[in-house]
Nanobody
Framework: QVQLAESGGGLVQAGGSLRLSCAAS????????LGWFRQAPGKEREFVAS????????TYGDSVKGRFTISRDKAKNTAYLQMNSLKPEDTAVYYC????????????WGQGTQVTVSS
């Protein structure tokens, strides 16, 4: 059974940094993309970043380009999202997800971790 478990969320001041982790288990993720999404109250879920399990390519949403970096550690079966220069508008629940390279549907989802950026 595939499980994705996010951690690392919290409260941070604007301009600060956080690193989110997504611990993946239940299968090998060769041939998968791991991605991060976020959803703020009253807003649609937004794509943040994705990475192919081999390490590249990486893709970012326009609102986080240049500030966030996605990476993965194959040995730990873990993906990371390094978030720098955080803004209050980055406040949201952040979700980790996984999909096969052959589909556009994100099949597996974690429970989410709250990130709150104070001004």
């Amino acid at each position: 059974q595939v499980q994705l478990a996010e951690s690392g969320g919290g409260l941070v001041q604007a301009g600060g940094s956080l690193r989110l982790s997504c611990a993946a288990s239940g299968r090998t993720f060769d041939g998968y993309y791991l991605g991060w999404f976020r959803q703020a109250p009253g807003k649609e879920r937004e794509f943040v970043a994705s990475i192919y399990w081999s390490g590249s390519p990486t893709t970012y949403g326009d609102s986080v380009k240049g500030r966030f970096t996605i990476s993965r550690d194959k040995a730990k079966n873990t993906a990371y999202l390094q978030m720098n220069s955080l803004k209050p508008e980055d406040t949201a629940v952040y979700y980790c997800a996984a999909r096969l390279i052959t589909t556009t549907q994100w099949r597996y989802w974690g429970q989410g971790t709250q990130v709150t950026v104070s001004s």
